[in-house]
């Protein structure tokens, strides 16, 4: 907004010292960002034909407007992947300030059975946004897009370059996304940090702190192993017959039972130190012996904690059968069967050690037989021994902000992303998200959505992160929408582009339901 009147020393000094940053109008940038993902929503990029250059396309008119300059890569024309860089302030650039890179993919899960509103058309509904993508990850997109826009103003001055990095292909392997870039483009991703998806709020229990952030600070290794069993194919009138089907029940029976070792590392350890002030006597005692030096005392209190669902994510490999295959007719019995075993590995793991130990398990069984489908590359990124760089810091302080109170949990997450491949680089990647569902709703599920309240929280963290790491004055009180002066108008920046392609988001048109 435009200013009538100014005393002429104010004048002065607003000339002699540069702006270094303004008072963020977290509403303004919250509806801004509400349209970027309401419009990225309508763009279908679902697998297997995602087709990412149609957000590409979006994403770039956004930044025309905003005069920004952006490159293309890909090695398909509908597969793009889209790199905008903003420079550090000339004043404040210092070459020991490492590049922030902040990614988003633009692809998302394939259209599942059981959505009842329209997967590509983003429906609001009960304070919620509905559609694909909404949390995996065109919300990250589109806040990414948002802080890009805000800083591209210029005054607020930045220490480091930021790296905006908008990819393809993420959730079938990355091949024409992020692996692609590195290996042809290295030179455009040269970064030192990295801010991801990967975390999230979780709801805290009667004896923690009510909201817990938990960030990805490692990821689990990827591994698929096709168990198969043989047996005597035939008409399915006969019986006593050696059935394939029984025999892969009883081989994922031992499969069920089997427990693979228990393991510790320094970010393990990091973990059950910040959770343990919050546990009872018995859980304190059980933590501490996680830590003692007998095997067996360790195995009896990893054994105990793995109770938990997601502690056992933390200590130990994990197996889960997904696909199950063997005949297609209803009165053939067909001589094998199979099942696919998602395996997720701690990053400190021997994949091939682990496939022995499986074999071992049927040794003496020659029909069952085990085959590596997908095996990890080694040698894997192992978690930060500890959290002593600038973006844990600058998360940490940006939680606290945030969400007062709150505690800052880093630990493994089991699901694969870019980030693995980022960390192979040496780029120190944390991820974070908004509030983990566990009641459906959530990403690759029917009726993906999220709460406005959620998105709006997702981008004041990311935000406030941001200006924690890449600005000397990162302490922003929000500011009130100031009143426009008489005879004049208030421009919203960051405003979704008015053309062809950007049409204005009406309320209605993004509250219709599935007939």
């Given at each position: 907004?435009?200013?009538?009147?100014?005393?002429?020393?104010?004048?002065?000094?607003?000339?002699?010292?540069?702006?270094?940053?303004?008072?963020?109008?977290?509403?303004?940038?919250?509806?801004?960002?509400?349209?970027?993902?309401?419009?990225?929503?309508?763009i279908?990029?679902?697998?297997?034909?995602p087709?990412?250059?149609?957000?590409?396309?979006?994403?770039?008119?956004?930044?025309?407007?905003?005069?920004?300059?952006?490159?293309?890569?890909?090695?398909?024309?509908?597969?793009?992947?889209?790199?905008?860089?903003?420079?550090?302030?000339?004043?404040?650039?210092?070459?020991?300030?490492?590049?922030?890179?902040?990614?988003?993919?633009l692809?998302?899960?394939?259209?599942?059975e059981?959505?009842?509103?329209?997967p590509?058309?983003?429906?609001?509904?009960?304070?919620?946004?509905?559609?694909?993508?909404s949390?995996?990850?065109?919300?990250?997109a589109?806040?990414?897009?948002?802080?890009?826009?805000?800083?591209?103003q210029?005054?607020?001055?930045?220490?480091?370059?930021?790296?905006?990095?908008?990819?393809?292909?993420?959730e079938?392997?990355?091949?024409?996304?992020?692996?692609?870039?590195?290996?042809?483009?290295?030179?455009?991703l040269?970064?030192?940090?990295a801010?991801?998806?990967?975390?999230?709020?979780?709801?805290g229990?009667?004896?923690?702190?009510?909201?817990?952030?938990?960030?990805?600070?490692?990821?689990?290794?990827?591994?698929?192993?096709?168990?198969?069993?043989?047996?005597?194919?035939?008409?399915?009138?006969?019986?006593?017959?050696?059935?394939?089907?029984?025999?892969?029940?009883?081989?994922l029976?031992?499969?069920?039972t089997?427990?693979?070792?228990?393991?510790?590392?320094?970010?393990?350890?990091?973990?059950?130190?910040?959770?343990?002030?919050?546990?009872?006597?018995?859980?304190?005692?059980?933590?501490?012996?996680?830590?003692?030096?007998?095997?067996?005392?360790?195995?009896?209190?990893?054994k105990?904690?793995?109770?938990d669902?997601?502690?056992?994510?933390?200590?130990?490999?994990?197996?889960?059968?997904?696909?199950?295959?063997?005949g297609t007719?209803?009165?053939?019995?067909?001589?094998?069967?199979?099942?696919?075993?998602?395996?997720?590995l701690?990053?400190?793991?021997?994949?091939?050690?682990?496939?022995?130990?499986?074999?071992?398990?049927?040794?003496?069984?020659?029909?069952?037989?085990?085959?590596?489908?997908?095996?990890?590359?080694?040698p894997f990124?192992?978690?930060?021994?500890?959290?002593?760089?600038?973006?844990?810091?600058?998360i940490?302080?940006?939680?606290?902000?945030?969400?007062?109170?709150?505690?800052?949990?880093p630990?493994?997450?089991?699901?694969?992303?870019?980030?693995?491949?980022?960390?192979?680089?040496?780029?120190?990647?944390?991820?974070?998200?908004?509030?983990?569902?566990?009641?459906?709703?959530?990403?690759?599920?029917?009726?993906?959505?999220?709460?406005?309240?959620?998105?709006?929280?997702?981008?004041?963290?990311?935000?406030?992160?941001?200006?924690?790491?890449?600005?000397?004055?990162?302490?922003?009180?929000?500011?009130?929408?100031?009143?426009?002066?008489?005879?004049?108008t208030q421009s919203?920046?960051?405003?979704?582009?008015?053309?062809?392609?950007?049409?204005?988001?009406?309320?209605?048109?993004?509250?219709?339901?599935?007939?």
């Amino acid at each position: 907004m435009k200013t009538k009147l100014l005393l002429p020393l104010l004048a002065m000094i607003t000339l002699s010292c540069p702006l270094k940053a303004q008072q963020l109008d977290f509403d303004a940038l919250n509806q801004t960002a509400k349209d970027h993902l309401i419009n990225l929503i309508k763009i279908d990029t679902s697998q297997p034909e995602p087709e990412e250059t149609k957000a590409i396309r979006y994403i770039y008119k956004v930044l025309n407007k905003h005069k920004i300059d952006w490159d293309i890569y890909r090695i398909e024309k509908p597969r793009g992947n889209l790199i905008a860089v903003l420079k550090a302030d000339k004043e404040l650039a210092d070459p020991q300030n490492k590049p922030l890179l902040l990614i988003a993919h633009l692809d998302t899960a394939a259209i599942q059975e059981g959505w009842t509103l329209p997967p590509a058309k983003a429906t609001l509904k009960d304070d919620r946004i509905y559609g694909l993508g909404s949390t995996d990850a065109k919300n990250y997109a589109a806040i990414n897009l948002t802080i890009l826009t805000r800083l591209a103003q210029g005054d607020i001055k930045l220490n480091r370059d930021i790296i905006f990095l908008f990819t393809a292909d993420e959730e079938s392997g990355s091949e024409k996304g992020i692996k692609y870039l590195y290996d042809q483009h290295p030179d455009k991703l040269r970064a030192g940090y990295a801010l991801n998806e990967g975390g999230g709020i979780m709801k805290g229990g009667s004896k923690t702190p009510s909201e817990i952030l938990f960030i990805e600070a490692g990821s689990k290794m990827y591994m698929d192993i096709l168990l198969t069993a043989k047996g005597d194919g035939g008409h399915a009138s006969s019986v006593g017959q050696n059935n394939a089907i029984y025999k892969l029940s009883q081989a994922l029976s031992i499969i069920e039972t089997y427990q693979p070792l228990y393991k510790f590392s320094p970010l393990t350890k990091i973990f059950f130190e910040r959770i343990f002030p919050f546990q009872d006597a018995d859980a304190q005692t059980t933590l501490k012996l996680l830590e003692s030096d007998d095997p067996a005392q360790f195995h009896q209190a990893a054994k105990i904690i793995s109770e938990d669902e997601f502690f056992k994510t933390q200590i130990t490999d994990t197996i889960t059968p997904t696909v199950l295959t063997s005949g297609t007719e209803a009165n053939t019995v067909q001589n094998e069967a199979s099942a696919n075993l998602n395996c997720r590995l701690m990053p400190q793991s021997d994949p091939m050690f682990f496939v022995d130990e499986l074999n071992a398990l049927f040794a003496n069984d020659e029909n069952v037989t085990l085959t590596v489908i997908e095996r990890p590359e080694t040698p894997f990124p192992q978690p930060p021994a500890n959290l002593e760089d600038p973006l844990f810091k600058a998360i940490e302080k940006a939680a606290e902000q945030t969400f007062p109170g709150i505690l800052v949990l880093p630990g493994l997450t089991p699901a694969s992303s870019e980030s693995e491949f980022l960390r192979r680089h040496e780029v120190i990647t944390y991820g974070i998200g908004p509030l983990i569902q566990k009641n459906g709703n959530g990403p690759h599920e029917p009726d993906e959505s999220i709460t406005e309240k959620d998105f709006f929280d997702q981008l004041k963290l990311t935000f406030n992160i941001v200006m924690n790491l890449v600005t000397d004055t990162p302490d922003l009180p929000e500011e009130e929408p100031a009143a426009a002066q008489e005879g004049e108008t208030q421009s919203q920046e960051g405003q979704t582009p008015q053309d062809e392609f950007l049409p204005v988001i009406e309320r209605e048109d993004i509250t219709q339901t599935a007939k």
